[in-house]
């Protein structure tokens, strides 16, 4: 990817057609459409597949912008789900995901990166992406919850996020109730001028932060 142009936009009604192309016909995993955070179990067992993408169509349809998508010179090529904490049931019925505290946060709860784009660090610059998103849209905290484990393990099943990737971002440990399953966050300070997210940022190489312009409006900057 050292070569490659990357591009980060919020996945709006007008990106729709590139989310699904980078979801493909398995819906991600699985038939799951990025809805798993969202639904109680029964539910999201019952919408699998196709039921399951008309849902994540009607959000983005809707006007949310559920989560950031990474583009590899001009192609969708990464997914990260990020929103506020309580968009997500599956994160308000977990002992071992409840809140830290009663601080309003964001939460970054699932990634998405294309195979021939994953392993290269594509994760690590979603993440820095879905902060700005979060911040920008008013966030203070942005927390994720993933996968702590020396053991190997499927792509598959860390679609979490692993914690190197959480730490290179600049998130912090905050909490562990599982052995595993770490909490993370990532604090935004406010300040009276901010960088402020553009639309979208772009960056050329892996060796640079594709970081958008400050625009002095602004009124946080993520910090870590």
């Known amino acids: 990817m050292a070569r490659a ?3 980060f936009h919020p996945a709006t009604a007008g990106r729709w057609s590139d989310l699904a192309r980078l979801f493909g016909p398995r819906g991600a995993c699985a038939g799951c459409w990025c809805m798993w955070p969202r639904l109680a179990r029964a539910e999201f067992r019952a919408g699998m597949g196709a039921r399951n993408r008309r849902a994540l169509k009607r959000i983005v349809a809707a006007g949310e912008t559920p989560g950031i998508l990474a583009y590899v010179d001009g192609e969708p090529a990464g997914w990260c789900a990020v929103g506020p904490r ?3 049931r599956r994160l308000e019925n977990s002992k071992s995901l409840a809140p830290v505290d009663d601080r309003p946060v964001w939460s970054v ?4 990166v294309a195979r021939p784009h994953r392993r290269q660090g594509l994760s690590v610059r979603l ?4 902060v700005r998103h979060a ?3 008013g966030a203070r905290i942005v927390e994720g919850y993933p996968t ?3 053991a190997r393990i499927a792509d ?3 679609w979490t996020g692993v914690a190197a990737a959480f730490e290179r971002a600049g998130f912090r440990e905050v909490a562990r109730r599982a052995r595993t399953r770490p909490i993370m966050r990532r604090v935004i300070r406010a300040t009276p001028r901010a960088a402020r997210a553009t639309p979208h940022s772009a960056a050329r190489g892996a060796g640079r932060n594709g970081r958008a312009r400050a625009r002095p409006a602004a ?3 993520a910090r870590g």
Request: glycine share 0%; with cysteine; hydrophobic share 50%.
């Open 148 to 150: 702590d484990s020396e």
């Open 5 to 7: 142009h990357l591009e």
């Open 135 to 137: 911040a920008a849209r």
């Open 86 to 88: 309580p968009t997500y």
């Open 156 to 158: 598959a099943w860390v």
């Open 127 to 130: 993440l820095r992406e879905a």
């Open 219 to 221: 009124k946080a900057v």
């Open 109 to 112: 709860v699932c990634f998405f």
